[in-house]
C-alpha cells in the first residue's frame, strides 16, 4: 500500500531524513519508535505532503501511484489521513464548518459521530484553539472518523491523554482501523496504518505485524513491534544501532 524508497528530505535547508526505505502492506499495522528528535514526525508529514518538508530523493508510492511530488489534497483524496502531533489552530474556522464538508457529501450524522467521542460541545469552537491536549487527540480522531481514509498516519496517538480517556482514544483507533470486533494481521477488511509511540501504550489497542526503529533520521531495524519495543525499554536504542550494524533483524 505504502513503499518508500531511499528517501531523502530537508527542512529549514537542513538534511533531516536520509536512506529511508520502508514498506506497509494492506491490512497491516506498522509501528515507527524512535528517540526524540530522530525524524518520526518529518517522515509522517512528508508522506502526507506538508510543504515543510522538500524531498531531495527517493520516491514515495501509494496504492501503487508515484505520489512523490502529490500535492497534499491529492494525497488525501487517495486515502491518506493523519493524526498530527501537534495540529495548527484555525482560528475563525469552527470545527463543525471543517467537518461538515464531509458528513453533507456523504450523509453521515455529524452530531452522532461528535457524540460518540464526546466532542459534541466542541464543534462550534473554532479548531484547536484552546483545546487540552486529549481534546485535541478526540479532535483530530473525529475528522479521521469523517475522512475515512484507507491509510491512518497516527503521530503519538496516546500522548497527552489521561489513562482513562486512552482507553477511549485507543478503542476509536482501533475502530477506525478495524471496524469488527477483531482483525488478525493482513486482515483484508483492516485500513493500513503508520503509527508512531514512544510509550507503546497504543500497542494494548492495535494488533501491530511490524516495527521500524528511525534513530538521526535514518531507518536503523525492523521487527517485532512488541519485541522491539522491549529492547528500547530495557536498553535503549543502542540495540538498534548494533542492528545497523550488523544488518539483522530483531524477530
Ligand atoms: N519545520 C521545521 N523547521 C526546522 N526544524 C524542524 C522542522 N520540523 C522538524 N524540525 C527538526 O527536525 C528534527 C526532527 O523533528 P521531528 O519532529 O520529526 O522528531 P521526532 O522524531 O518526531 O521527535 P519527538 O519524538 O520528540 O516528537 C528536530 O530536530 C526538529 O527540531
Known sequence: MLQIEDLYVEVAGRPLLKNVSLTVEKGETTILFGPNGAGK???????????NYKITSGKIYFKGKDITEAPINERAKMGIGIMSQRPPNIAGVKLRDLLEIETHKNLLNLEEMARSIDMERFLERDINVGFSGGEIKRSE???????????YLLDEPESG???????????????????????TSHDPERKASLVITHTGEILDYLDADKAYILCNGTVMCSGNPNRLLKEIKTQGYDECIRCKMNLTQIQ
Open 141 to 151: 480522531l473525529l475528522q479521521l472518523s469523517v475522512q475515512r481514509p484507507d491509510f
Open 161 to 183: 491523554v489521561d489513562p482513562v480517556n486512552m482507553a477511549q482514544v485507543g478503542n476509536m483507533i482501533r475502530k477506525l482501523i478495524c471496524n469488527k470486533k477483531a482483525c
Open 41 to 51: 514526525s518529518a517522515l509522517l508529514s512528508t508522506i502526507m505532503g506538508f510543504s
